[in-house]
């Protein structure tokens, strides 16, 4: 498994708006 899938899968597991702000990290990166 690659680390961001490891990421994505934390960030699964965080509440919606941490999910929201996580996504959007993911896409200004």
């Known amino acids: 498994m690659t ?3 490891m ?3 934390i960030g699964l ?3 919606v708006a ?3 702000a996580f ?3 993911l896409v200004a990166a």
Do not use: A, W
């Open 18 to 20: 941490n999910r929201y």
């Open 13 to 15: 597991k965080r509440s």
């Open 23 to 25: 996504g959007f990290y």
């Open 7 to 9: 990421m994505i899968r």
């Open 3 to 5: 680390l961001r899938l």
